[in-house]
């Protein structure tokens, strides 16, 4: 493959792999406009360069690649070469059809060029018109926090500098190293700074958590708006963060996750385990219709400080139309589970908090031997104006169905807690706030019986639910958890009867 990259240099070009194994210990320099197409698995590469990415697309500054490599695998020869393919400053490039295993470090990276390593450097330009899809990406990304310039870990698949990528029907499995060792699925490139991305159809499954890396499936820094993530079966956590976290930009979001699955294929062992993280600044996030299970918080804001100041901010946040089922941990471990959690560092204060809204989601702890907190906790991280706890059902939480607390600098003004449903849960189903004195403060015309669910795992309503038809309606949600119409009024819960 070195040989031909180095003769078939004329764009337009297409280096065609024949079925057959060919071993390769140098790079293979690609160049612009020339793609590679084999003819499917057969069509094996197999890898010993340990000292950089087997193949590269590079160029001095961003230029339009326009072209694909397609229809091969690369076998990294059980950990020997360094990562399969590297695309740098290049757009309109497409990668699918692939099979790529067992890589040391990496797997396929696309990054465009940052200009030094401050908190405001971004791209020079964003590489733009690239994809990732139809690929099947195993055992190719490890965790080394000692010397990875990204932080804690590699991915399967990284990014950074880009805008308007698409990245689909994929399959990346990161679960073969010992304790320790595995690394991300999707995760940054020099400080992520990507915008106006799609991450859809693809099953991400990643080992369960060790107690030593992080739990991120997923993990994105700096987000500049338009970041979709949907349609995915995800068994570990989705992480916004960085040194900006999430801004919209010239978007309506900066971050919209939906219609996912998330969480393990079991109850997990620590309440250290979470689907979805919000982390440092988050502006206009939307968190709607995923399935959110097995695991120890279900959306997790932290503010602690930033690199771009000690003030951190959350604003315009919606999370709705959610199923949260079985939150909490395994019954011989202790006690752990909350729905939606804050947390912050004390001395970044005051952190500021505006516009958080919790509309007609499912909430749902396990019960067991273990006990859980509370369902949904007031954010109680600094000063806080306008809070909105609507139509949701919470259940089998052990401390409160809603919870806040006080402290230094910690104002809440502008709370509603209304129509919900709060059952089975601790402090005889009322908000429990502890020497927190919310001002403004409408909690009003919640019920605490029996929504009646169609069974434990079917959050339907039955008839005679005294959930039908009992909520407040919301402007901007017509469709409920199912895609059905939402009707005036609405029903409690994530579903319409």
């Not at 107690?211 to 995915?232: H, L, P, Q, R």
């Not at 206009?284 to 219709?289: G, K, L, P, Y």
């Not at 989601?361 to 609507?390: C, L």
């Not at 209304?418 to 004195?437: C, D, R, T, V």
Request: proline share 3%.
């Amino acid at each position: 493959l070195a040989y031909a990259c180095s003769k078939a240099t004329s764009s337009g070009d297409v280096i065609h792999v024949n079925a057959g194994t060919y071993t390769e210990t140098v790079q293979s320099a690609l160049a612009v406009g020339v793609s590679i197409e084999g003819a499917g698995i057969t069509s094996i590469i197999r890898s010993t360069y340990a000292s950089d990415f087997t193949i590269l697309l590079s160029s001095g500054s961003v230029t339009a690649g326009n072209q694909h490599i397609s229809s091969i695998k690369m076998d990294g020869v059980s950990l020997t070469a360094y990562a399969p393919i590297h695309v740098y400053n290049r757009s309109n490039v497409a990668i699918y059809n692939c099979t790529f295993i067992d890589f040391y470090n990496y797997g396929v990276g696309f990054e465009a060029y940052r200009a030094g390593s401050g908190n405001t450097a971004g791209p020079v330009t964003y590489a733009t018109g690239n994809s990732f899809h139809d690929n099947i990406v195993t055992n190719c990304s490890v965790y080394l926090p000692a010397n990875d310039p990204d932080g804690d870990g590699h991915g399967l698949l990284g990014i950074g500098g880009q805008s308007g990528m698409l990245i689909y029907n994929n399959t990346l499995t990161q679960t073969a190293r010992s304790s320790g060792s595995n690394g991300y699925l999707i995760k940054y490139m020099s400080g992520g700074f990507c915008k106006d991305i799609k991450i859809y159809n693809n099953t991400l499954t990643k080992n369960a958590y060790d107690g030593v890396t992080w739990d991120f499936a997923i993990e994105m820094w700096n987000v500049m708006g338009g970041i979709e993530i949907y349609n995915n079966t995800i068994t570990a956590g989705i992480d916004i963060s960085g040194w900006y976290g999430a801004t919209k930009g010239a978007y309506a979001y900066s971050v919209w996750i939906h219609n996912n699955t998330l969480g393990p294929t079991a109850i997990c062992t620590t309440g250290l385990i979470k689907a979805i993280y919000l982390e440092i600044h988050s502006e206009s996030v939307i968190i709607e219709r995923n399935y959110i299970k097995n695991v120890g918080i279900g959306v997790y804001i932290t503010l602690y400080p930033s690199d771009l100041g000690t003030v951190c901010s959350v604003t315009d946040i919606n999370i709705r139309y959610n199923i949260f089922n079985n939150i909490g941990v395994g019954d011989a471990v202790g006690s752990g589970g909350w729905g939606i959690s804050f947390n912050y560092d004390s001395g970044n204060m005051p952190n500021k908090v505006n516009n958080f809204n919790v509309y007609n989601n499912v909430i749902i702890g396990h019960i067991g031997a273990s006990s859980t907190y509370w369902g949904i906790q007031v954010p109680d991280v600094g000063t806080v104006t306008n809070v909105s706890i609507r139509n949701n059902i919470v259940e089998n939480f052990n401390d409160s169905p809603v919870h806040g607390a006080g402290g230094s600098q910690i104002s809440v003004d502008y709370l509603s807690i209304e129509k919900n449903i709060f059952y089975n849960n601790g402090n005889s189903n009322a908000p429990h706030y502890s020497s927190l004195i919310p001002t403004n403060n409408t909690t009003q015309n919640n019920l605490t019986s029996d929504p009646l669910f169609v069974s434990s795992s079917d959050f339907h309503l039955q008839s005679g639910s005294p959930a039908i038809g009992k909520g407040l309606a919301i402007t901007g949600l017509t469709t409920d958890y199912a895609g059905n119409a939402v009707k005036n009024p609405p029903c409690i819960g994530a579903y319409e009867n």
